[in-house]
């Protein structure tokens, strides 16, 4: 189509060619005089740039319909992940409440008319109650989230829990003739305070166990028995005696030159990147590079290598 125009235009030129030297002069041109170039009828319909073509539309859909499949199915995958952690949880809850239940009941039916000096019947019928509840409540929580009701109740029954096993072995302590006439429920609740005392032994067990090896690491640490294990470049720190004895200058006291900037030696600290000031404390390494003392005590102490050409303090030059 425009290609069409300037044909005519060119056709045209020659016989309008006096009109346009009277414009070049100052005249008037009358438009009036050219033909106007007439655009097809179906000019208006036709765009003349494709700005979305069929082809990026499909790729960007199929692009799309890709994410959203690798989407859906890392979701189905972790979906399923999760479903068999809950199950674990829920069979191990399962396999921890229930014979406990399931015992107390028993006993608490064979042996509810035979007498006890001590109470014990009492918390024993506390403890399974407490039991049933935290049954219930964990059994919810596996299948919709927790709430702050849920966590408050759950609360509540620890606390009833805990005071039911003080009572238990009050009762148990002060016992005389329970063993003779309710072998039974004397014997249920030293099962279950023996459970619940190796419970807390174990609990303090590691407990003591992981101080104790905290404190003996720290020790050698102190007494730099680690400094020699590990891997290299973690364990090389270089001790508080060796750092101080390297020689501390002032920035104003060394002269920088060519050579010494090339070396790495210039007017910046190559671990904090600040340039030196006049009166700057560095501290000197004995392959010659400088360093601020802060900044370099602090890596020295992590590894004894000079930042820059990684030559350890400690060797000969």
């Known amino acids: 189509m425009l290609k069409t125009c300037e044909t005519q235009a060119d056709m045209l ?3 309008y060619s006096s009109e346009l030297e009277d414009l070049e002069l100052g005249g008037k041109l009358d438009f009036a005089h050219f033909p106007i170039c007439e655009l097809p009828s179906n000019a208006d319909e036709q765009p003349l740039v494709d700005e979305h073509p069929s082809g990026l539309h499909e790729s960007v ?4 319909e890709e994410e959203e499949g690798w989407r859906l199915g890392m979701e189905h995958n972790i979906d399923e992940e999760l479903s068999q952690v809950e199950c674990a949880r829920s069979w191990c809850i399962s396999v921890y409440y229930i014979p406990r239940i399931v015992a107390m009941a028993m006993v608490l039916m064979v042996d509810r008319a035979k007498p006890c000096d001590q109470p014990l019947w ?3 019928l506390v403890l399974m109650a407490v039991d ?6 964990r059994k919810v ?15 509540m029954l620890e606390i009833v829990h805990l005071n039911a096993l003080v009572m238990v ?3 148990f302590w ?31 067990l590691f407990l003591i166990c992981g101080c104790v090896l905290l404190s003996m690491a720290t020790l050698l640490r102190y007494f730099g028995v680690l400094d020699n294990f590990g891997p290299p470049g973690l364990s090389e720190a270089a001790s ?62 992590i590894n004894k290598k000079c930042p820059l050409c990684k030559r350890d303090i400690d060797q000969p030059l």
């Open 61 to 64: 859909e199929e692009e799309e």
């Open 122 to 124: 009492v918390a024993v």
């Open 240 to 301: 508080a005696e060796m750092i101080d004895s390297l020689p501390v200058v002032r920035y104003e006291q060394i002269d920088v030159h060519t050579e010494d900037e090339e070396e790495g030696n210039g007017s910046m600290c190559a671990i904090c990147l600040d340039g030196f000031q006049c009166h700057d404390e560095l501290r000197q390494l004995p392959c010659q590079h400088q360093f601020h003392v802060s900044c370099v005590d602090d890596w020295l102490r």
């Open 174 to 204: 002060r016992t005389r003739t329970c063993s003779e006439t309710s072998p039974n429920l004397w014997g249920l609740v030293l099962a279950l305070l023996l459970m619940h005392l190796s419970l807390l032994a174990l609990c303090s």
């Open 169 to 171: 072995l009050i009762c």
């Open 13 to 15: 030129k020659p016989q």
């Open 132 to 137: 049933v509840g935290k049954l219930a409540i």
């Open 141 to 155: 929580s596996h299948e919709v989230p927790a709430s702050t009701e849920r966590k408050r109740a759950m609360l």
